[in-house]
C-alpha cells in the first residue's frame, strides 16, 4: 500500500492505524469504567477522541519509520491506566479490560469484513485495497497486544491465572514501564516476528481467503 499509493498511501495507512488504536484504547477505558474504576474517566481517556489516545511517537512517527524501512511495525498508542484493585471481579475484571482492546480491533475487521461481503467490493479495486489494509491492521494490532508480556494486554489474562511466582517476575517487568516495552520490542520480539506473522496470516485468510 505505501509503495504503490505513495503519500497518499501512508496518509491512509496513518489514518486507519490511529482509528483502530483509539478504538482499542477506548474500549480499555469504556470497560473498566463500566466494572467501577474510574481512573480512565477521571483523566480524560473515556473518549473515543483520537487526540486522547495518540502518541506522536509511538503511534505515528515509529511505525511509519519501521514500515518504510521495511521492518515490522510496532501497533501502540497511550496506554489506558486503570486500577485494577478497583475492578469488580478482580484479577478476572482485569483481565476483561485487558482483553477489551485487542478483541475490539478483531470485531472492527470482522464489520469491515461483512461490509466487503454485503456491498460486493470487486477484489483489486481500490476500495478493496484499503478495506484489506482495514482488516489487516486491525488483526496486527489484535494479535501485537495479545502477547502476554507486560504491560500489553495478553499479560492481564495470563496474570489472572498464573502462579505466584509468575505473577511476582510479571510485576517486575511491568515496574519498567515503556523501558520494559522497548528492551521487549528490540530484543524479544524479532524472535517472535514469525509467530505473530503466522497468526496475523491465519486470522486474514480465514477472514478474507
Not at 149 to 172: H, I
Request: aromatic share 14%.
Amino acid at each position: 500500500m505505501l509503495t504503490e499509493f505513495g503519500l497518499p498511501g501512508i496518509f491512509i495507512f496513518l489514518l486507519i492505524l490511529v482509528t483502530s488504536l483509539t478504538f482499542h484504547e477506548a474500549m480499555h477505558a469504556f470497560l473498566s469504567h463500566w466494572l467501577g474504576d474510574t481512573t480512565a474517566k477521571d483523566l480524560g481517556r473515556l473518549s473515543l477522541n483520537p487526540l486522547k489516545h495518540v502518541d506522536l511517537f509511538t503511534t505515528v512517527l515509529l511505525p511509519l519509520v519501521l514500515l518504510l524501512l521495511g521492518l515490522p511495525p510496532f501497533l501502540i498508542a497511550k496506554p489506558v491506566p486503570f486500577n485494577p484493585y478497583r475492578v469488580r471481579f478482580g484479577d478476572y475484571g482485569a483481565a476483561l479490560v485487558g482483553l477489551a482492546g485487542p478483541l475490539s480491533n478483531l470485531l472492527l475487521a470482522l464489520v469491515a469484513v461483512s461490509i466487503m461481503r454485503v456491498s460486493g467490493v470487486a477484489t483489486g479495486t481500490t476500495i478493496y485495497q484499503i478495506s484489506s489494509l482495514f482488516v489487516q491492521l486491525n488483526i496486527a494490532v489484535f494479535v501485537f497486544n495479545m502477547i502476554p508480556f507486560p504491560p500489553l494486554d495478553g499479560s492481564r489474562v495470563l496474570y489472572a491465572f498464573a502462579p505466584e511466582p509468575l505473577r511476582k517476575v510479571m510485576q517486575q517487568i511491568e515496574s519498567f514501564g515503556m523501558t520494559g516495552i522497548f528492551i521487549f520490542m528490540f530484543l524479544l520480539f524479532p524472535l517472535l516476528i514469525p509467530i505473530v506473522n503466522f497468526l496475523n496470516n491465519f486470522f486474514f485468510q480465514l477472514f478474507l481467503g
